[in-house]
Nanobody, 121 residues
């Protein structure tokens, strides 16, 4: 199942963006989902997760600024990003996740194209 991340762009520090991650409507599976990001020269990192029941987790770096949500009827997961900082600049990806050994991991090796978020004045 191909997931399509969208909604990225160029925004000034302090601004907001909402990212979307859509699965085909034909895919009726409901998974725990995660947003990840990868900045130039850095490893990919987990940003936030949401369970099929709506439970959430956030990396410390985005707590109180980012909100993950989902609309199961639309097969879409969202990431509302407020008070953006230059260090949030990265390519953002979404994938199903699994919780194991105290951490979340992507269940897929394929990451797709992601969506670029650039925070700059």
């Amino acid at each position: 199942v191909q997931l399509q991340a969208s909604g990225g762009g160029l925004v000034q520090p302090g601004g907001s963006l909402r990212l979307s991650c859509a699965a085909p409507r034909s895919d009726r599976s409901v998974n725990d989902m995660g947003w990840f990001r990868q900045a130039p020269g850095k490893e990919r990192e987990l940003v936030a997760t949401i369970t099929s029941g709506g439970g959430t987790y956030y990396a410390d770096s985005v707590k109180a600024r980012f909100t993950i949500s989902r609309d199961n009827a639309k097969n879409t997961v969202y990431l509302q990003m407020n008070s953006l900082k230059p260090e949030d600049t990265a390519v953002y990806y979404c994938n199903p996740v699994v919780y194991y050994g105290g951490a979340y991991y992507s269940t897929r090796d394929y990451w797709g194209q992601g969506t670029q978020v650039t925070v700059s004045s």
